[in-house]
């Protein structure tokens, strides 16, 4: 099992900053990808940013050059900065952790999400 836990969420004018973080605890050792997802009211849930245990990165193209993911190890969090903020951008923003682990000979993969954060950003 692992536990996410999501902060850094809150009201920022457009143009401005926020960086979020994503602590996990539990068995973090199992973990083989973070990834940062967004919900905005009315719409699907969107992969927004992820992350593997090898720090190769991936960004949705309507964020490139604005976010940056990135892996503190020593203290098992994972932060999205966000810059240049837009309107757009505006959601609750979800951590997911991919684990995978044998069951015996079968590699077993499982999701964890995080309770979300608030971002809003202000026209």
């Known amino acids: 099992q692992v536990q996410l836990v999501e902060s850094g969420g809150g009201l920022v004018q457009t143009g401005g900053s926020l960086s979020l973080s994503c602590a996990a605890t539990?068995?973090?050792?199992?973990?083989?990808?973070t990834a940062w997802y967004r919900q905005a009211p009315g719409k699907q849930r969107e992969l927004v940013a992820s992350?593997?245990?090898?720090?190769?990165?991936y960004y949705v193209d309507t964020v490139k050059g604005r976010f940056t993911i990135s892996r503190d190890n020593a203290k098992n969090t994972v932060v999205l900065q966000m810059d240049s903020l837009e309107h757009e951008d505006t959601a609750v923003y979800y951590c997911?952790?991919?684990?995978?682990?044998?069951?015996?000979?079968?590699?077993?993969?499982?999701?964890?999400w995080g309770q979300g954060t608030q971002v809003t950003v202000s026209s």
């Open positions: 997911k952790a991919t684990t995978t682990a044998y069951s015996g000979y079968r590699l077993v993969t499982n999701d964890y």
């Open positions: 539990g068995r973090i050792s199992s973990i083989d990808s």
């Open positions: 992350i593997s245990s090898g720090d190769v990165a």
